[in-house]
């Protein structure tokens, strides 16, 4: 297959949706291509995890699924486990797309985290049976875990960065250390993400709704950007 | 065995660490030694979880390293899932005083959820791979996930009692609905859990201090008990 396509340890092509990523667009069609075959790859991969579960699923039976070659998946992952890191890799993308909206100063920092937080639930909060199978997946072997650790890390400076303009902006509290926050912000998206899953009530869109205004009710500068 | 012996499915016997169930000391010799044996036999199944993994560990190894008869384990449990639940029931424990605290009002609300918060990191804080083990078990199977759902669903009950007290007290912003709150709470204490459980720092004692100062000062009252 593609020799260029990149392999999941290395995030200079994160394969999302073609809308959380708008850098597929600058690629050549060769590029594009292998992105596309990437995320088909994922998708497949992830239906057959939800219905069998993690541990059930060859790659035989993902490469069949997506309809290409076994050769052709470890192109793109190295194992089983690498595939759940495209799903982080569409996160990063999002957060990405926040920060850039933040340096324009076109939006409020408020509405960009809020809007953030809304377009994180989109993949999880497709099926609570999805979502369970990713976390348990994150959870199930320590090279997973060390691939998600790494990804997390990179979400949290971009989270810290957009943070860090709400406080040049007025809109967030100065005296708060914007790494802890963007620590804090993850741990209570995953959290939503993780209780929606075993209680399945109310929709993961307004439950991560409610964890925003929490969240921006702690960090809003006393006096300023408390309004709904 | 004791036929009076309580099955995971009931909570009438909750057996945790007897710090955390003062009401173990209420008990008659029989039943004590009934939860006893029951609370051995959660422990000694954590460890092999956390050391084999969930789906590695058999009833036998379990009765085995408890060192009692493989038909007392079923006097206790219905099932190798159902081990699990003996960790909310502990949990659940920690929120009963809670509530029993706040409701005494010898102390304040903050002070109060302050130290919950504290209590709930003891167990799955004592290492990351067993707050692993215990996440992805939660997530494994329907049966379990129905049975740890009920479980969220009394402490949630709990936490909401707590906050509508320091509602009362003027320490909590009235304008808050608690039972939105209770379960924010519960989604942010179970996220920081399973950062911490991949991250592997801060140590969770100081990542759940951490949450909760993130979460009083977005639900106290404004102009009031905002002091760390």
């Known amino acids: 297959m593609n020799g260029k396509a990149a392999k999941s340890g290395s995030v200079n092509h994160p394969a999302g949706s073609k809308s959380s990523l708008p850098h597929l667009e600058g690629m050549g069609r060769r590029e594009r291509r292998a992105a596309e075959t990437r995320l088909r790859l994922f998708r497949c991969a992830l239906e057959l995890f939800t219905e069998r579960g993690f541990s059930n699923v060859t790659v035989e039976d993902i490469t069949e699924a997506a309809d290409v070659g076994k050769g052709t998946f470890f192109n793109y992952f190295d194992s089983k486990e690498h595939v759940l890191g495209v799903m982080a890799e569409i996160q990063i993308g999002k957060i990405r797309e926040a920060v850039a909206q933040a340096e324009t100063a076109a939006q409020s920092v408020r509405l960009v985290l809020r809007r953030l937080c809304q377009r994180l639930s989109e993949e999880p909060g497709r099926s609570p049976d999805m979502a369970r199978t990713l976390i348990s997946s994150f959870l199930a072997s320590d090279r997973v875990r060390i691939h998600v650790d790494q990804h997390m890390a990179t979400g949290r ?72």
Request: proline share 4%.
């Open 157 to 228: 400076r971009g989270l810290a960065r957009i943070i860090e303009i709400g406080q040049r902006s007025g809109e967030v509290d100065p005296a708060l250390n914007c790494d802890h926050l963007a620590l804090l912000f993850q741990q209570s998206a995953l959290g939503t993400i993780l209780v929606w899953s075993l209680h399945r009530e109310p929709h993961l869109k307004t439950a991560m709704e409610n964890t925003f205004h929490l969240f921006w009710r702690a960090i809003a500068r006393p006096g300023a950007g408390k309004q709904s």
